[in-house]
């Protein structure tokens, strides 16, 4: 009798869903992204310029136009470190190992991500 290989389950590098719940997984070497996070970052490209000439060559027009910017990055990363939080918490990862990774206490991963 022939043993079926299982498949190994595929997942978002970025924000962990499985492949059964995104609608696409682009894959690369050793990391997957899906559809949701390709269509941050390009929002983040979009919005974000090529060459960055420093704050003092801005526009205050431009600079006020460049917090959004910054709040989408700010709030696409955030929801990336949530889903990881997530993810360690569904392997009964501690709180405790979470604060040691993230250089903060126990109590401050748990009032931070709980």
Do not use: Y
């Amino acid at each position: 009798m022939i043993a079926l290989k299982r498949r190994k389950r595929l997942k978002c590098s970025f924000c962990g869903k499985s492949d059964k719940e995104v609608s696409r997984l682009i894959g690369g070497p050793g990391v997957h992204i899906c559809d949701a996070c390709v269509g941050i970052c390009n929002k983040v490209l979009d919005a974000t310029p090529a060459v960055f000439a420093g704050w003092q060559a801005m526009t205050d027009d431009q600079l006020l136009g460049a917090l959004k910017v910054a709040e989408a990055t700010v709030e696409a990363t955030r929801a990336v470190l949530q889903a990881q939080i997530e993810e360690l918490r569904r392997r009964e990862i501690s709180w405790d190992m979470i604060g040691q990774a993230l250089g903060i206490s126990r109590q401050a991963a748990w009032e931070r991500f709980s």
